[in-house]
């Protein structure tokens, strides 16, 4: 009964690849993020979503992409990696259009070669 | 841009001892969140601080919003080695959710 769900838990890809990230919660809340966590474990947002519709969007380049096909999952697709994308990503959600207390996932540790 | 710091950068602690950690931003914040990341883990919410001068704990743990809005405080008491993590201060004053992290405070626990 995991509450925010983000798959894969490991990624080890190629500079140049396309890959996605998925991230589901049960928790019935209308309002989830995206964080990246560098090397440093600094922690930035970069994307929310309220009830499918796009929030936040930080100066985040244009080849990461967040898709919500409903507002209990929300994915970020990333084109063409880059070494510099290498970071743990972790998914949040959270109710009350954002005024409610933020539940992380487990992250996605991302390694780019 | 707005800017949390976050002190000290890391501690090294034995079993038993009190831990003090904290947070200054540059601007008035309306809201501060203490996080802890335990290894492997997303942050986990440990208190929430929505009043200037507010006292609040969460059973070992202290947390106080500053007067000035400016700051706040965590302090741990009696540590115990499942104390171990990475423990940030994040400004909620946002009405969209978006949370600013500070840099974290790593503490290590030696039984």
């Known amino acids: 009964d995991t509450a925010v769900s983000q798959t894969p838990k490991y990624l080890v890809t190629q500079m140049g690849n396309d890959k996605s990230i998925k991230c589901e919660q049960n928790?019935?809340?209308?309002?989830m993020y995206w964080y990246k966590q560098d090397s440093k474990k600094f922690l930035k947002i970069m994307f929310s979503?309220?009830?499918?519709?796009?929030?936040i969007n930080e100066t985040v380049p244009n080849r990461f992409s967040p898709k919500s096909p409903d507002k209990a999952h929300l994915n970020l697709h990333i084109n063409s990696l880059e070494l510099g994308d290498s970071a743990v990503y972790f998914c949040?959600?959270?109710?009350?259009?954002?005024?409610?207390?933020?539940?992380f996932g487990p992250g996605t540790r991302l390694l780019v070669l | 841009g707005q800017q949390l710091n976050q002190s000290p950068q890391s501690m090294f602690i034995q079993e038993g001892e009190d831990v003090s950690m904290n947070c200054t931003s540059s601007?008035?914040?309306?809201?501060w969140l203490w996080y802890k990341q335990e290894p492997g883990e997303g942050p986990v919410l440990l208190i929430a601080?929505?009043?200037?001068?507010e006292l609040t704990s969460n059973g070992r743990l202290t947390a106080q919003f500053g007067i000035t809005r400016k700051d706040s405080f965590l302090n741990i008491s009696a540590s115990i080695p499942s104390d171990v993590g990475i423990y940030f201060c994040?400004?909620?004053?946002?009405?969209?959710?978006?949370?600013?992290f500070g840099q974290g405070t790593t503490l290590q626990v030696k039984p």
């Open positions: 601007s008035i914040f309306n809201t």
């Open positions: 979503y309220n009830n499918k519709e796009l929030i």
């Open positions: 949040a959600s959270s109710q009350l259009g954002g005024e409610g207390t933020q539940y």
């Open positions: 994040a400004d909620g004053s946002g009405n969209t959710g978006k949370l600013i």
């Open positions: 601080l929505y009043k200037a001068g």
């Open positions: 928790l019935g809340h209308d309002t």
